[in-house]
């Protein structure tokens, strides 16, 4: 029964999103290919499936949450882009494939990045507006996808990130920096999909009552989910990884692995694992059902020791 809800929400995802790319990016421009050659690439679509997930769990109105899926991989899909480019990670493949600045040059790679991540707002206020939601929600909503995202959020991770390397060479590196990295730069953004599956509710009583429990369950997911693909970057291939591994180790980034060592670092999504998993338990109720998130709960256990 889990696994069959988790693929209904993934198809119904799908299906929203390539409807929504032929609606926003269709015609035929470099631009838009490029826009549609990442966006449309087959990914795991976790931040989309926590939206889900946690609107199924709560009972949350399913429109609202597939059009914050939309928005949230919309702005994950930009920073892939960005991410590859030769100035930051210079990547050569992504999910498979050829990196978007190999196919499209890098003026073209950058500019489908900025229309992702600006259109990504955009298209969520249209679209929660003609499925006539509250105002209010939708403001919050786009105004909380933006923290993020941006400055105070994934730029901000990725920034700290950038300067880590500097730091490490100084020898003023910390081992609380890490987290601090990427509760920004990953646990930012996984932490408003979940909170996005609560806002579907529409509940002004019940968000208020589960939001800190919530989102600190979705940076949970962020930590986790950053060690395992530590842990995948310096043990998988590229055909299984879907892009190139061994670049942290090869740049002399500090990761998990690095801080803690391959078996700390599974001992401690392990940690983590069984962490959610209680958190989970306290914000239950008889009619909770937590199939859809307990699905990709499962899939980053199965990593952590593949």
């Known amino acids: 029964m889990s696994t069959m809800n988790s693929s209904r929400f993934l198809t119904l995802f799908?299906?929203?999103?390539?409807?929504?790319?032929?609606?926003?990016?269709?015609?035929?421009?470099?631009?838009?290919?490029?826009?549609?050659?990442?966006l449309l690439s087959e990914?795991?679509?976790?931040?989309?499936?926590?939206?889900?997930?946690?609107?199924?769990?709560?009972?949350?109105?399913?429109?609202?949450?597939?059009?914050?899926?939309?928005?949230?991989?919309?702005?994950?899909?930009y920073s892939l882009i960005h991410d590859d480019l030769p100035c930051m990670d210079n990547d050569d493949f992504r999910r498979g494939k050829a990196t978007n600045h190999k196919v499209f040059g890098e003026a073209h790679a950058i500019l489908a990045g900025d229309s992702l991540l600006t259109a990504a707002p955009h298209i969520l206020?249209?679209?929660l507006t003609k499925i006539q939601t509250n105002p209010e929600l939708i403001v919050k909503a786009t105004t909380t996808l933006l923290?993020?995202?941006?400055?105070?959020?994934?730029?901000?991770?990725?920034?700290f990130d950038i300067e880590a390397e500097k730091q490490i060479e100084n020898s003023s590196w910390e081992q609380r920096d890490l987290i601090t990295i990427h509760s920004h730069k990953t646990g930012k953004l996984i932490a408003w999909s979940c909170l996005s599956g609560l806002y579907s509710t529409q509940n002004d009583e019940?968000?208020?009552?589960?939001?800190?429990?919530v989102e600190k369950i979705g940076y949970s997911f962020g930590l986790l989910f950053q060690i395992i693909d530590d842990i995948l970057d310096a043990t998988s291939t590229l055909s299984a990884l879907g892009k190139t591994p061994g670049k942290d180790l090869s740049a002399g980034k500090k990761t998990y692995l690095s801080e803690y060592g391959l078996e700390g670092s599974r001992n401690l999504a392990e940690k983590i694992c069984e962490e959610i998993k209680i958190d989970l338990k306290k914000i239950s109720t008889e009619t909770t059902d937590w199939s859809v998130v307990s699905d990709s709960l499962q899939m980053l256990e199965k990593k952590i020791r593949s």
């Open 43 to 77: 990914g795991k679509r976790i931040r989309p499936l926590f939206c889900l997930g946690f609107c199924h769990a709560l009972q949350g109105n399913v429109d609202f949450a597939l059009r914050c899926a939309l928005a949230v991989e919309m702005i994950h899909t």
């Open 147 to 159: 923290e993020a995202a941006g400055h105070f959020g994934m730029i901000k991770g990725q920034a």
């Open 125 to 127: 206020m249209q679209e």
């Open 14 to 38: 799908e299906e929203f999103l390539l409807e929504s790319s032929h609606r926003y990016f269709s015609d035929d421009l470099l631009i838009n290919k490029a826009v549609n050659y990442s």
């Open 206 to 213: 019940q968000i208020k009552k589960l939001k800190n429990e």
